[in-house]
């Protein structure tokens, strides 16, 4: 009896002082960051197609998408043209991550497409982009990239 005792409070005193000598952190993965429409910007994809072949592009602006699809199609047969303009953060414009997603909304005024580098600032700026209710709205991911 005073050994099976004795081993309990040994057992007891190990962990009370395991306790006091470890040192504990809370860990802050939390991280607010506050995202306005103001963060956002247009990019305009545009896409060729003539007797020769088929061409695509990016461009910031509607201006220059527009003039690089006119370069392209310049002393040839277009067949067709289509210029089409997506969202995304101005701090992921020029970042390169593992995953990509694809986010597309439907509101009660509009529609509207983007990019996103992550699936939680995808759905900020489906809430940003969206005016009035959303309909629908759907973020596919891209598979991983090397």
Do not use: H
């Not at 099976?4 to 939390?30: K, M």
């Not at 990019?43 to 592009?57: C, L, M, P, Q, S």
């Not at 047969?77 to 289509?82: A, N, R, S, T, Y």
Request: proline share 1%.
């Amino acid at each position: 009896m005073k050994r099976t005792i004795l081993i309990i409070a040994t057992v007891v005193f190990g962990l009370l002082n395991l306790n006091a000598t470890t040192v504990t952190t809370e860990p802050n993965s939390v991280t607010t960051a506050t995202m306005t429409k103001d963060d956002l910007v247009k990019v305009y994809d545009w896409y060729i197609k003539t007797t020769t072949g088929e061409f695509r592009g990016t461009a910031k602006t509607l201006f220059d998408a527009k003039r690089r699809a006119n370069l392209v199609g310049q002393n040839e047969v277009v067949l067709e043209q289509k210029i089409s303009n997506y969202f995304i953060l101005k701090s992921e414009l020029n970042k390169k991550e593992n995953r990509l997603y694809f986010w597309e909304v439907k509101s009660e005024k509009g529609e509207a497409k983007g990019f996103s580098t992550s699936e939680v600032s995808a759905k900020k700026m489906i809430q940003l982009v969206a005016k009035g209710d959303v309909i629908s709205y759907k973020i596919i991911a891209s598979k991983q990239l090397k």
